[in-house]
């Protein structure tokens, strides 16, 4: 893809599932390429595997070092993927950490790198990033309360960059799929199996409908294009919508979950 090839991509989350394939993908297309996971080993298995560079820690800390590891290869940061993100099950009783972990690292870890980014590429008047939410952004998803709610502040954040900075050259993607086959479903336990599982796709899938968005210029990436005719149906008819969830809600309290 032509706006890819040379450009400085940064993929947080990438040491395994939809981080790794965004970042193989974005190298398979010529990018220069910064992975980064919380987890240093991980991080350097993919940077090795795919030629790019590694640079560990928080994700919400790391865009000084990305620059300037690209600045050694030539290369700005052009576009970066907020993709690390915890699933936190539990409902509204959970502890007031798994709360603020969420919300930390689902929701602040962009709005961090947002702050670090945003100044030199309105100044370029370019500049891409990309918002792994989920399809629990636009829905909800039973069982996991802070993860549902931050999702959907990590949305509408992404949605706010969109709409506040898109006549200055700033391009934003929300990448909102259901199930995908990565640690983190298998992490959502029974929730997961009833609700993801059946429908769940491949890593490397939800890489080519983020490659597919960027060619269209479209903000919204719906590797399941069902969650288009789910959020509608949420918008239009939201009691409906609810009883039809709380249907779900019986149904997985059933397995005794």
Same mark, same amino acid.
């Given at each position: 893809m032509s706006t890819v090839q040379g450009a400085g991509v940064v993929v947080t989350g990438a040491g395994g599932g939809i981080g790794a394939a965004l970042a193989r993908r974005f190298a398979a297309e010529g990018a220069h390429v910064v992975v980064n996971d919380i987890d240093p080993g991980r991080t350097k298995a993919v940077a090795d595997e795919i030629g790019a560079l590694a640079v560990p820690g928080d994700a919400s800390a790391v865009v000084e070092e990305a620059r300037a590891a690209l600045a050694a290869r030539g290369a700005a940061i052009d576009v970066w993927c907020a993709n690390a993100g915890l699933?936190?099950?539990?409902?509204?009783?959970?502890?007031?950490?798994?709360?603020?972990?969420?919300?930390?690292?689902?929701v602040m870890a962009h709005v961090r790198a947002a702050r670090a980014l945003l100044p030199d590429w309105l100044e370029r008047g370019?500049? &891409?990033?990309?918002?792994?939410?989920?399809?629990?952004?636009?829905?909800?998803?039973?069982?996991?309360?802070?993860?549902?709610?931050?999702? !959907?502040?990590?949305?509408?954040?992404?949605?706010?960059?969109?709409?506040?900075? +898109? !006549? +200055?050259?700033?391009?934003? *993607?929300?990448?909102?799929?259901?199930?995908v086959r990565t640690d983190m479903l298998t992490a959502a336990g029974s929730a997961?199996?009833?609700?993801?599982?059946?429908?769940?796709?491949?890593?490397?899938?939800?890489?080519?409908?983020?490659?597919?968005?960027?060619?269209?210029? &479209?903000?919204?990436?719906?590797? *399941?294009?069902?969650?288009?005719?789910?959020?509608?149906? +949420?918008?239009?008819?939201?009691? &409906?919508?609810?009883?039809?969830?709380? *249907?779900?809600?019986r149904k997985w309290e059933g397995t005794g979950a």
């Open positions: 699933a936190s099950p539990g409902d509204a009783f959970a502890d007031e950490e798994v709360w603020a972990a969420a919300w930390d690292v689902n370019a500049g &891409r990033f990309v918002s792994t939410v989920s399809a629990a952004g636009l829905l909800t998803m039973i069982g996991a309360a802070p993860y549902s709610v931050s999702k !959907h502040g990590a949305y509408a954040f992404a949605e706010w960059l969109s709409l506040t900075y +898109r !006549h +200055r050259g700033l391009k934003v *993607h929300a990448i909102c799929p259901q199930g997961g199996e009833l609700v993801l599982a059946p429908t769940a796709v491949e890593p490397e899938d939800v890489a080519d409908a983020l490659f597919t968005a960027m060619a269209d210029d &479209r903000f919204l990436v719906l590797p *399941h294009p069902e969650v288009a005719d789910y959020y509608r149906a +949420r918008a239009g008819d939201p009691e &409906r919508w609810l009883g039809n969830m709380n *249907h779900i809600q």
